[in-house]
Nanobody
Framework: QVQLVESGGGLVQPGGSLRLSCAAS????????IGWFRQAPGKEREGVSC????????YYADSVKGRFTISRDNAKNTVYLQMNSLKPEDTAVYYC?????????????????????WGQGTQVTVSS
């Protein structure tokens, strides 16, 4: 049984930082890809950052490159999203996502309706 449990969202001022965590069970993050999507009000859910299971290669949406960093702890079967230099347009509900893909690039480019498992979502609000 796949489960994804997120934590770490909150309210932060522009330019600030947050770190999201997603504890996974039912599969291992060093074999399958896992990643983060987000959905802002009135917008479609989009892939933000994903990490490939086998080699740890990463995918980032253009809007977050250079500011966000995805990483994982294989021993804890947990993936993290370090978000720096946050902007108001980063405000969204962030979801951990899993689909039995090996490629992080493939996971993040997948259509949201095709994703098999989602975390409960965590709100990130960037505002002064």
């Amino acid at each position: 049984q796949v489960q994804l449990v997120e934590s770490g969202g909150g309210l932060v001022q522009p330019g600030g930082s947050l770190r999201l965590s997603c504890a996974a069970s039912g599969f291992t993050v060093d074999y399958y890809a896992i990643g983060w999507f987000r959905q802002a009000p009135g917008k479609e859910r989009e892939g933000v950052s994903c990490i490939t299971g086998s080699d740890g290669s990463t995918y980032y949406a253009d809007s977050v490159k250079g500011r966000f960093t995805i990483s994982r702890d294989n021993a804890k079967n947990t993936v993290y999203l370090q978000m720096n230099s946050l902007k108001p347009e980063d405000t969204a509900v962030y979801y951990c996502a899993f689909k039995p893909y090996r490629s992080g690039d493939g996971l993040c480019r997948a259509r949201p309706y095709s994703i098999n498992y989602w975390g409960q979502g965590t709100q990130v609000t960037v505002s002064s």
